[in-house]
């Protein structure tokens, strides 16, 4: 990495070459869910029978139709400054079965989507799995299922054959530890079960086959890096009372380095194989997985940073033979005077991303890394429409600024961050906040045929780009 330190043009000026752009995914933002050969994820097949448990009943068939308006959408790129922008390749849409035919169509979609990004300067970043599993593979068991291990890697191997000319930065998953969590301890996903054994066997499958996937790239010697992207939640003791610190290490354990050691050092955590050992709770383990995952670390990791996680230890008594949670081992702790932002519920604390870059830099040989998601979500954004009609959003700027002063101090520190990509370009459909929460550099009037319109934020990232600092 080049030597960083401190200019004075700017107050936080940043390394040369710094990437500035944002995060999206193709099931957030392409809509056209039924068109031109797309079949369902699971997404698609949980609203159509639970469609209440989507905010408002919306559901991920329209999105905001970046699938249609891709090009309009680069040319805002643009206007707001990015010089690169992550989006993903929908399984469903390129393999609609998940293993089998390939859909031209999609291939078509996705090329054209890649060449404009490289016409307009835009470099792009490619993910390969955003939550979004085939509902085909789905039926056959998804990630509990190995034979749809074996698919995902030959859909990544399709991928890199068809797009590798041009796209130098890949990323085999966003947030693989969500579905993990999500659709089989909290019930905030599909399939909605609440099991840990049936956890800790998808946790294992996705990072088999994040590293075949990685072993497949470096086969077929694809000039660019590969990485992964992992939400990071630092654990924070209540106090240094050893108990308190000891519950702050396990939640670290299961919530971070479950992911992270495994993809940058070939191995999992000992102390978390103890705890899962244990209780009976560790998966199945194939022959030749483990060698899998320690031959194929990343070239690049992502770094995606909403919140930090705070505990004490356990003090809630638990029924007799209670199933276990990862939280049978720690309890969450809720610091007074904490900065929350109302409209998440999550906490805002900047400084925690300087605590991720030095524990990189310290812990993990100095990895180059970037800041892969960062932003925040506001319900009602509309009310902030000035008489120019665009809105002015000052405290998503602030939000930006205050991250950035850690992330640049974390450069000056030494930590080997590449760039700062914000979630997201324009207010996109979440999941099953549908569109509550807006987090875009650029507005989408749900009122006005998805009208674009770059809010405040999207003018000053522009500049930021531009100074590269602020
Ligand atoms: C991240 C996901 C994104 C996005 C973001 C904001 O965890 O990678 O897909 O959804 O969070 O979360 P939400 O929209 O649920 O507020």
Known sequence: MEKFSQETRHNYQFPKH???????????????????????????????????????GIGPENTSDFYHRYKQDIQLMKETGHNSFRTSIQWSRL???GAGEVNPEAVNFYNRVINELIANNIEPFINLYHFDMPMAMQEKGGWECRDVVDAYVDFAKTCFQLFGDRVNYWFTFNEPIVPVEAGYLYQLHYPKIVDFKRAAQVAHHTIVAHAKAVEVFKNLRIDGKIGIILNLTPSYPRSQDPEDVQAARVADLFFNRSFLDPVTKGRY??????????????????????????????????????????????????????????EHLFDPYIMPGRKINPHRGWEICEEVIF??????????????????????????????????GYIEDHYRIEFIQNHLKW???GLLEGANCLGYHLWTFMDNWSWTNAYKNRYGLVEVDLDNHLKRTIKKSGRWYKQLSENNGF
């Open 407 to 409: 992330v640049h101090k």
């Open 18 to 56: 710094f990437w500035w752009g944002s995060a999206a995914s193709g099931p957030q933002t392409e809509g056209a869910a039924d068109r031109e050969g797309r079949k369902p994820s699971i997404w698609d097949y949980w609203y159509t029978i639970e469609p209440d448990c989507f905010h408002k």
């Open 95 to 97: 393999i609609p079965d």
């Open 269 to 326: 955590p000992e102390e978390l194989i103890e705890i899962l050992r244990d209780r009976e709770l560790l998966p199945v383990v194939e022959p030749g997985d483990l060698e899998t995952i320690r031959e194929n670390p990343i070239d690049l990791l992502g770094v995606n940073y909403y919140q930090p996680r705070r505990v004490k230890k356990k003090e809630e008594i638990l029924p007799e033979g209670a199933a276990f949670m990862p």
């Open 355 to 388: 605590d991720i870059m030095i524990d990189l830099r310290d812990n993990y040989g100095n990895l180059p890394f970037f800041i892969s998601e960062n932003g925040m979500g506001v319900e009602g954004e509309a009310k902030f429409r000035n008489a120019e």
